[in-house]
């Protein structure tokens, strides 16, 4: 079954239940689509890429769009012609769209008006790309308006037959290199997503999905999956920076569901006890629960989210190429009594902790954290080592250590991978620090998580000048900013000696012990 198809059941079982809505703060913009204008508008989209662009099967299609009804709408558009949709991450900048597009070979690209600036001047390295489809006002003469396609009449159904394992989406995740891991989910193993996720929290038909953080994340996405397949609605919050437009979009549109990563959950503690927001004002009867994840969540935040919110809270654990978000769960009821548990694997995951040789461990021992569901990952495209060293005997190997107590009870206690997650999204270090070794005036660098109560974990670079050169903290960061996506520069640099040992590895336990009062990669 074609993962669309759910659009196009859903918009003749449903034809005028709202299937998307879209909220614009502090303007009162609001703009909805029914489902079946929702899978109207995907078919004259999926119609106008096969019929006017020769699209067809197994093509690939870049997608790089702030969240809005036109990204749902194009991502379904797409996957309706059994193309494989390429969302990207909004932050990329030209050096990550060559590389997505370099692996790929994409023949179309559908990109919003805010974007031109980063795609123009690489169009010359995107040679597969045949055509451009630009959602706002401002098209380039060479490129094709998408609200040319909105007028089109051809709204036939478009939905092609496909099978289980056929290609849907390629999703890039961080890699221990530094690049961007490219991650092949299937019709299959999507729908399976939205069954798993569907199953946990449970949803229901009238249920309303607070959409607050970018959808071609795992996370936004993977969680959407159950209410996009039983015809429930997602209500977009766009430029989500106060938390104050969350309980407002909750109360008047009835709310039931959300997922917050630490920074959004910190602020919105923040303005409770400090009586800005004040809950009383608002009819939030609607409101079933609030899921954090995505990143370690310190035990105090869930407990002031359980003590001060009308609602449950959930806590999750997920990997993009297990099917993200809701992997593992940890229910309202076992926060407080299991704190530290990332909870029990979900509906239709099997769980193991094990060794180097992958034998199950005992309870209490720590092993490496590996996971079989449906919902895994074909594999990483083109990249049958990676995949066959990732997933062996069925079961992905996430690179995390953990244990299980005696009630089947997960704990994460260590990351093998040296990976910092800050506010939800991951960096790696070498990246950070092959650009700034770069720099004429670093003789040496390492990159290391350092605590931040907003986002968990902040990017700290230790730097190590050449001998009579200067350079500042805001000078690094500036130089990192240059050649990075933004969110990857460090916020903290200190200048001091960097400790390598005698076969020349980074000695960053005894770098965190000093800077942060732990040997270990960060993690509570």
Known sequence: MNFADYARINGSKYADKLCLIERTPNTNARRALTWKAFNTQANRLANYLTKN?????????????????????TYFGIIKT????????????????????AICRPVTFIL?????????????????????????????????????IEDLDD?????????????????????????????????????????GNGMSTPV???DKYIIIHP???????????????????GILILDCRDPKWIIEAIAEEGGTGLLAVVPICVDLIDLIKSGTIDLKNYDLSSWKYIM?????????????LIELLPCQTIHTYGVTEAGGGVVWILNHDDILRKPGSIGKPNFGVEGKVVDEKGNWVPPGDVGELIIKTPRLMKGYYENQELTARSIKDGFFYTGDLAKVDEEGYYYIVDRKKDMITCGGENIYPVEIED????????????VIGYPDKRFVEIVMAVVELKKGTTLSEVEVIEFCKSKLAWYKAPRKVVFDHVPRNPTGKLMKPALREKYTGKKEAFNL
């Open 82 to 101: 059994g193309a494989v949709v390429v969302p990207l991450n909004f932050r990329f900048i030209g050096s990550d769209i060559r590389y997505a597009a």
């Open 112 to 148: 919003e008006e805010a974007f031109l600036d980063r795609v123009n001047p690489i169009r010359e390295y995107l040679s597969t790309v045949k055509q451009y489809i630009v959602v706002g006002e401002a098209c380039p003469p060479d490129m094709v308006p998408y609200s040319e």
């Open 435 to 446: 650009v700034l070794h770069e720099h004429p005036a670093v003789d040496d660098v390492a």
């Open 292 to 304: 954090t994840g995505a990143q370690p969540v310190p035990q105090e935040v869930l407990r002031s």
């Open 53 to 73: 662009l020769g699209i067809k099967k197994g093509d690939y299609i870049l997608h790089l769009q702030n969240n809005s009804l036109e990204w749902g709408i």
């Open 155 to 195: 709204t036939d159904e478009a939905t092609i037959d496909v099978q289980e394992d056929d290609y849907l989406a390629l999703m890039f995740t961080s890699g221990t290199t530094g690049q961007a891991k490219p991650v092949i989910h299937t019709h299959g193993s999507m729908t399976a997503t939205a069954i």
């Open 204 to 206: 229901e038909i009238n």
């Open 215 to 233: 959808l071609y994340h795992s996370g936004s996405l993977f969680l959407w999956t159950p209410y996009y397949a039983v015809g429930a609605t």
